[in-house]
């Protein structure tokens, strides 16, 4: 028999509260307690968990989902849950915990779509607000843009609330730098590229559901010096003199743009405040050899006041922070070599007449540095989404159910997950951000970096178009730079296209298609008598989509693995429906052959379903092919197409060699000119707006504005379309479709030929 009481005087300080073990039970056991104000670090780990609440009231958070802790509670963790105890309360908690291993089952939950899922949270998926001092080249695109535009595809299919922001980042120093080179005014330069990035977004299938205009947003300005004021009243951003450079003819002062030299960790050359190589910050008069890029001449040291933040102090709060959310053994090690610096003292306003000043009388003559302020950017987006949506998410009261998610390059990776997270933890002491963390590398052009200045770059509206946009799409995830850099060579592209996607991809589901036609009628075969073999390759199938799923999802998301499972689909079934060829025309096997038919057509399903998130218009025209609606939800298996569905593969063109365009495409719905000008008018777009690919809400729509939309529909048509159907996945050519369908044809006559008057 063994009796063990809780004891607080051999408690010992682990996982950042106070605990004890019991030996002799078998498995790992002991006590815990969580004082007033505290909690546990989050962790996971492989062991199953429980805790048994004997004293005190607090929260349990597992994976960033909140549940009560009270005395007869009990909770079992699974294996790789994050999980902390916070005490709410005024006495201390008191718990009991049990932990084992078990390798089944921790293997089941590595691999848990319901584990790995999002629930009912909001997830906020944003990729690096682009500066407007250019378009896009595929360099940008290959990184945080397709990223999280594949991402929030994914997510959705798989039922979660997730939503693709952005923004111009339109107070970078580098935007009046580019507007003295064109002889236009900083906010007009920052105007036009907002404008050029957004085409090129739409031009690569990319619908945003929020994208936000620093310079033309009426409530941002105040809403980020209340960010900034908040930061101030922390007392750890302070006003304080230091050294700075200036330029030696003019007097201006140096930063960003300004001013280059060698990185004072790696000697790489860089521009002031960050290293792109090594991603490590300096503070400019640090710099190796500084040279202005104003004068070009060796720039003068002098003194300048700004506010400033010691980083330093903050590594407790970091370490914290990195055990939260996915943040990758690179960005952990960043930090770490940052860290292990004595002072890393980092200025967050500059001199400037370019950004919005803050409120303080100390930060006369500066402005809010443009870095800091995107960490205050990125709430006031949300917020921004919440009111079209109707939903109560305030940028200064962030929600502890939010999920939020960053996509960004490298060059990126000191000011998202270092710097942002103690600005939210100055800013908002109560408020644990649940994060995760996706970097790319640099995406290198025929072997050297994309450079706007040398002309040596592919912009995206150069080779983006309907034809082209699915093939890019999959050979920039298929080279994407994931944990390496990676290179775009256009001769490989070619070859991708001409031998992979049409000779491959192409070429199967054409040769599937007549066969299909010459010994079925077009009608898809029932499967017959099941050989072995083509059970194994069911099983086969199954594992691919076990591959892709696991590539997809939010924790080993690699767009690079998901291009190649799908390639494997494809290479798979190539090879399956070689082999089965030989009996393909045999009587005697006629039932067996109806099956590998079935299977090719189940791993074409596949494919779409699996394409999606990576090739949206090419896995829609697949399904269509198939006889099948859209992919919208994510297969939990793989499945037969229904027997006796027409299928029209034998013909169909899913790619085209570069240079070669599609047929005009048949006139539109109808109703689409009307539905697209009232849409225009209720949502207050530009006349040339391209509308009738996009949904209402990645055009901005929300619920207030989908009841106007609603009310105009119902009055001219008299069709009541529901507010979800509106704010749903279909576009505004699917929605016109839908409205011929449902309404009176007079009704439609009358305001087809008013249009046309």
């Known amino acids: 028999m063994i009796i063990n009481k809780y004891d607080d005087g051999v408690l010992s300080e682990a996982f950042g509260i106070d605990m004890s073990s019991i030996e002799g039970l078998g498995v790992g056991a002991g006590w815990g307690r969580v004082a007033p104000g505290r909690s546990s670090t989050s962790h996971q780990h492989d062991e199953t968990e429980f805790f048994v609440i004997v004293q005190g009231r607090g929260e349990f958070v597992i994976d960033g989902r909140r549940h009560p802790a009270e005395p007869g509670t009990v909770a079992l963790f699974e294996p790789f849950e994050s999980h902390v105890l916070e005490n709410t309360g005024d006495t201390d908690i008191v718990f009991l915990t049990q932990y084992w291993r078990d390798a089944g089952r921790a293997v089941l939950s590595a691999g848990s779509a319901e584990r790995k899922g999002h629930g009912e949270r909001p997830v906020f998926v944003f990729s690096t607000p682009p500066t407007p001092n250019g378009d896009l080249h595929l360099g940008h695109l290959s990184g945080p843009y397709l990223g999280a535009d594949a991402y929030v595809r994914f997510q959705r299919m798989n039922g979660a609330q997730a939503w693709h922001l952005t923004g111009s980042d339109d107070f970078q120093s580098y935007v009046p730098a580019a507007a003295q080179r064109e002889g236009r005014e900083p906010a007009e330069t920052a105007a036009h590229y907002s404008a050029e990035i957004a085409a090129t977004l739409r031009l690569l299938d990319v619908p945003l559901d929020q994208y936000t205009v620093t310079n033309d947003d009426?409530?941002?300005?105040?809403?980020?010096?209340?960010?900034?004021?908040?930061?101030?009243?922390?007392?750890?951003?302070?006003?304080?003199?230091?050294?700075?450079?200036?330029?030696?003819?003019?007097?201006?002062?140096?930063?960003?743009?300004?001013?280059?030299?060698?990185?004072?960790?790696?000697?790489?050359?860089?521009?002031?405040?960050?290293?792109?190589?090594?991603?490590?910050?300096?503070?400019?008069?640090?710099?190796?050899?500084?040279?202005?890029?104003?004068?070009?001449?060796?720039?003068?040291?002098?003194?300048?006041?700004?506010?400033?933040?010691?980083?330093?102090?903050?590594?407790?709060?970091?370490?914290?922070?990195?055990?939260?959310?996915?943040?990758?053994?690179?960005?952990?090690?960043?930090?770490?070599?940052?860290?292990?610096?004595?002072?890393?003292?980092?200025?967050?306003?500059?001199?400037?007449?370019?950004?919005?000043?803050?409120?303080?009388?100390?930060?006369?003559?500066?402005?809010?540095?443009?870095?800091?302020?995107?960490?205050?950017?990125?709430?006031?987006?949300?917020?921004?989404?919440?009111?079209?949506?109707?939903?109560?998410?305030?940028?200064?009261?962030?929600?502890?159910?939010?999920?939020?998610?960053?996509?960004?390059?490298?060059?990126?990776?000191?000011?998202?997950?270092?710097?942002?997270?103690?600005?939210y933890k100055l800013a908002f002491p109560e408020w644990a951000p649940d994060i995760d963390y996706h970097v790319n590398e640099f995406y290198l052009l025929e072997g050297s970096k994309f450079s706007t200045s040398r002309r040596h770059a592919v912009w995206g509206k150069e080779i983006l178009g309907p034809d082209s946009v699915d093939a890019v799409r999959y050979f920039l995830s298929r080279t994407r730079p994931e944990g390496e850099r990676t290179d775009f060579r256009m001769a490989t592209y070619e070859t991708a296209l001409q031998d992979t996607l049409i000779g491959t991809w192409q070429a199967w589901l054409n040769d599937l298609g007549s066969r299909i036609g010459t010994?079925?009628?077009?009608?898809?075969?029932?499967?017959?008598?099941?050989?072995?073999?083509?059970?194994?390759?069911?099983?086969?199938?199954?594992?691919?989509?076990?591959?892709?799923?696991?590539?997809?999802?939010?924790?080993?998301?690699?767009?690079?693995?998901?291009?190649?499972?799908?390639?494997?689909?494809?290479?798979?079934?190539?090879?399956?429906?070689?082999?089965?060829?030989?009996?393909?025309?045999?009587?005697?096997?006629?039932?067996?052959?109806?099956?590998?038919?079935?299977?090719?057509?189940?791993?074409?399903?596949?494919?779409?379903?699996?394409?999606?998130?990576?090739?949206?218009?090419?896995?829609?025209?697949?399904?269509?092919?198939?006889?099948?609606?859209?992919?919208?939800?994510?297969?939990?298996?793989?499945?037969?197409?229904?027997?006796?569905?027409?299928?029209?593969?034998?013909?169909?063109?899913?790619?085209?060699?570069?240079?070669?365009?599609?047929?005009?495409?048949?006139?539109?719905?109808?109703?689409?000119?009307?539905?697209?000008?009232?849409?225009?008018?209720?949502?207050?777009?530009?006349?040339?707006?391209?509308?009738?690919?996009?949904?209402?809400?990645?055009?901005?729509?929300?619920?207030?504005?989908?009841?106007?939309?609603?009310?105009?529909?119902?009055?001219?048509?008299?069709?009541?379309?529901?507010?979800?159907?509106?704010?749903?996945?279909?576009?505004?050519?699917?929605?016109?479709?839908?409205?011929?369908?449902?309404?009176?044809?007079?009704?439609?006559?009358?305001?087809?030929?008013?249009?046309?008057?």
């Open 218 to 423: 009426a409530s941002y300005p105040d809403g980020l010096r209340e960010f900034f004021s908040r930061l101030v009243a922390s007392g750890s951003v302070t006003a304080t003199e230091g050294e700075a450079l200036h330029d030696a003819e003019t007097g201006q002062y140096l930063y960003e743009v300004d001013v280059k030299g060698g990185c004072p960790t790696c000697s790489h050359g860089t521009s002031g405040n960050i290293c792109e190589e090594c991603g490590e910050p300096n503070v400019v008069t640090d710099l190796q050899e500084p040279v202005s890029t104003v004068s070009d001449t060796a720039p003068r040291k002098g003194t300048v006041t700004r506010f400033s933040l010691p980083l330093h102090e903050f590594r407790d709060t970091l370490e914290d922070h990195h055990r939260v959310g996915r943040v990758p053994a690179r960005l952990r090690e960043l930090a770490h070599r940052l860290f292990a610096r004595p002072r890393l003292d980092i200025p967050v306003t500059h001199p400037s007449s370019w950004g919005v000043p803050p409120a303080e009388r100390e930060g006369d003559g500066q402005v809010i540095w443009v870095w800091p302020e995107m960490s205050y950017g990125f709430l006031h987006g949300i917020q921004e989404l919440g009111s079209r949506l109707d939903r109560g998410w305030k940028a200064a009261d962030p929600g502890q159910d939010w999920k939020i998610v960053h996509f960004f390059g490298y060059d990126n990776s000191f000011y998202h997950s270092v710097l942002y997270p103690v600005l």
């Open 519 to 757: 010994a079925y009628d077009g009608a898809v075969p029932d499967a017959g008598t099941w050989t072995p073999e083509q059970s194994a390759f069911l099983g086969r199938l199954s594992t691919r989509l076990t591959a892709l799923t696991g590539a997809l999802g939010p924790d080993a998301f690699s767009l690079r693995q998901a291009a190649a499972e799908l390639d494997g689909i494809v290479e798979d079934t190539v090879a399956f429906s070689r082999r089965e060829s030989l009996l393909a025309k045999t009587d005697a096997w006629h039932s067996e052959a109806r099956t590998a038919v079935a299977l090719e057509l189940a791993a074409a399903r596949l494919l779409a379903h699996g394409a999606a998130p990576v090739m949206p218009r090419f896995a829609a025209r697949l399904a269509e092919a198939l006889g099948l609606p859209e992919p919208g939800t994510w297969p939990e298996t793989v499945e037969l197409v229904a027997p006796g569905t027409r299928v029209r593969l034998a013909d169909a063109v899913f790619f085209r060699p570069t240079g070669e365009t599609s047929p005009e495409p048949a006139a539109g719905p109808a109703l689409l000119p009307w539905l697209a000008d009232t849409v225009k008018t209720v949502l207050q777009l530009p006349a040339d707006e391209p509308v009738a690919e996009r949904t209402l809400l990645s055009l901005g729509a929300g619920s207030l504005a989908a009841v106007t939309v609603q009310y105009q529909i119902l009055e001219q048509l008299d069709v009541d379309l529901p507010v979800d159907e509106l704010l749903g996945d279909h576009d505004l050519t699917a929605l016109a479709r839908l409205l011929e369908e449902r309404a009176e044809p007079a009704a439609v006559s009358l305001i087809t030929e008013a249009a046309q008057q």
